[in-house]
């Protein structure tokens, strides 16, 4: 298991003794500080849960989760004034020939309405909760099978796993 995790876990138990391991009876804060942690620890899913346009995806994790209102929309907005600005130096291009690269991640799909939309601080939010979505069922059963094994229970066995199927 990952030691974060169960550093978590062991917060998670401290902070509400009888909760039952389950992460979705957990704050908004506990669920935001378990998805920073694990973006944080594994890279690999930033390509993910970022858009392809943000050059600097562990700053951009940064400013996502920042107490800064907005810092993460501000990041995508510079982001994208330096991709435009660096394909409109060479060629004639349209803005909506690379919205759609500029506004998707597989965490959120296409986000270009929320992003003209809410205000900074609230697309933020609406993003970080989307990303917490996105991550949520992988999260949930790293939790709870760490939750288990602090609290002495046996996980579950996936049906059949005892006849060897």
Not at 75 to 100: A, E, P
Not at 112 to 118: G, Q, V
Request: charged residues 25%; aromatic residues 16%.
């Amino acid at each position: 298991m990952y030691d974060f995790i169960e550093e978590f876990v062991d917060n998670a138990i401290a902070f509400n003794p009888a909760w039952d391991g389950d992460l979705i009876d957990l704050t908004d804060e506990h669920k935001d500080a378990i998805a920073l942690a694990w973006l944080n620890h594994r890279f690999t899913w930033h390509s993910d849960i970022f858009p392809s346009v943000l050059v600097n995806t562990r700053s951009a994790l940064q400013a996502l989760y920042s107490d800064d209102d907005g810092a993460f929309s501000r990041m995508i907005s510079d982001d994208i004034k330096s991709d435009l600005k660096q394909r409109t130096s060479s060629v004639n291009v349209h803005l909506q020939d690379f919205m759609d690269d500029w506004m998707f991640s597989e965490a959120t799909d296409y986000f270009a309405n929320e992003f003209m939309i809410l205000p900074p601080a609230d697309f933020d939010r609406w993003y970080r909760d989307s990303v917490y979505l996105y991550l949520e069922s992988n999260l949930r059963e790293l939790i709870q099978d760490q939750y288990n094994v602090c609290a002495g229970i046996d996980s579950e066995l996936f049906a059949g796993y005892e006849r060897g199927q």
